[in-house]
């Protein structure tokens, strides 16, 4: 770094793909504006206005959500997949990608999915209200609610009422989080709420008051703010099953994170070419 009488001039060097995998903190950077977040490498969508994805037809078949959603994944990804990596990114990625095609049917059809970590269970539990298409980017995105779970939450008894629903009848899937890709997590769901807004942040909301975002990293612990609950959510209060939830939940848009060419290769799996 050289100091000039009327400015600094800093020199600074592309981060490798090491640094940006091994540590959460530059997966999702956020910075604080007047009432407002900017988010600096996720493009912000309009969800209501996005095509929604029908699946409720089987006989089309969703081979191509697999295909699709494979597609995110580069060659060095799919190297460390094989050998059972402990990559952050790589392991949200594939947290997203079970999400995706769990609820388009790929898997056993859910569209209710806990975040469950190491370190204590199920602490998020995210409703899917549909898939829709992003057509800025031509790819799939979550149009869910998400509901953080901590101890105070949970005693309430329509919460509750519906915790032993699920667990009786085995409805929710289960999105394990390995290490730290549970604090993974806590860094994108601010974000994905934050690209979908249509709601304004009150003057009172907790990121300004903790001046931190996300809230907290922590299990069990609430990273987003409570500016957007019950707000704008889709059609999360039609489904006749979440009725009575809708004051603790917010919407997000969750979508998945490609690769970009200038790091990784990618091959195409049906041509064997290279992109």
Same mark, same amino acid.
């Given at each position: 770094?050289?100091? &000039? ?12 793909? !090491? ?5 959460? %903190? &530059?997966?999702?950077?956020?910075? /604080?504006?007047?009432?407002? @977040?900017? #988010? +600096? ?8 206005? @996005? ?14 959500? +697999?295909? =699709? ?18 990559? *952050? ?11 995706? *095609? ?32 992003? %057509?800025? +980017? ?6 869910? $609610?998400?509901? /953080?779970? !901590? ?7 329509? #919460? @509750? ?14 999105? =394990? ?18 690209? $979908?807004? !249509?709601?304004? =942040?009150?003057?009172? $909301? ?7 975002? /996300?809230? !907290?990293?922590? =299990? ?29 939940? +917010? ?8 690769? /970009?060419?200038?790091?990784? %290769?990618? %091959? ?8």
């Amino acid at each position: 770094m050289n100091a &000039y009488p009327d400015h600094v001039q800093v020199a600074a060097s592309v981060a490798d793909r !090491t640094t940006l995998r091994d540590s959460i %903190t &530059y997966l999702f950077p956020l910075s /604080p504006g007047e009432r407002a @977040l900017h #988010i +600096t490498n996720i493009h912000r969508v309009n969800l209501d206005a @996005l095509p929604i994805l029908d699946f409720d037809d089987t006989s089309r078949g969703v081979d191509w959500v +697999t295909a =699709h959603t494979s597609l995110a994944f580069s060659d060095q990804e799919r190297q460390l997949r094989k050998n059972d990596s402990k990559d *952050v990114l790589l392991n949200l990625k594939d947290n997203l990608l079970s999400l995706i *095609v769990t609820f388009a049917g790929a898997q056993n059809v859910k569209n209710v999915f806990g975040i469950e970590s190491s370190q204590g269970g199920v602490d998020t539990l995210l409703f899917v209200n549909q898939l829709r298409l992003d %057509t800025s +980017t031509n790819s799939i995105v979550a149009d869910v $609610c998400i509901l /953080p779970m !901590t101890k105070k939450l949970i005693r309430l008894p329509v #919460i @509750l009422d519906y915790l032993r629903k699920i667990t009786k009848e085995k409805i929710m899937g289960a999105i =394990h989080t390995a290490d730290v890709t549970g604090e993974a997590w806590k860094q994108l769901l601010p974000v994905v709420v934050e690209r $979908c807004r !249509t709601w304004s =942040h009150r003057d009172n $909301c907790e990121y300004s008051i903790e001046g931190r975002v /996300p809230l !907290t990293l922590s =299990h069990s612990k609430i990273p987003i703010c409570g500016c957007g609950q019950g707000l704008a959510l889709g059609s999360f209060s039609k489904v006749k099953a979440w009725q009575g939830l809708e004051a603790f939940v +917010t919407r997000a848009a969750i979508g998945l994170f490609f690769s /970009p060419s200038f790091l990784d %290769t990618m %091959t195409l799996p049906e041509h064997g070419g290279r992109t």
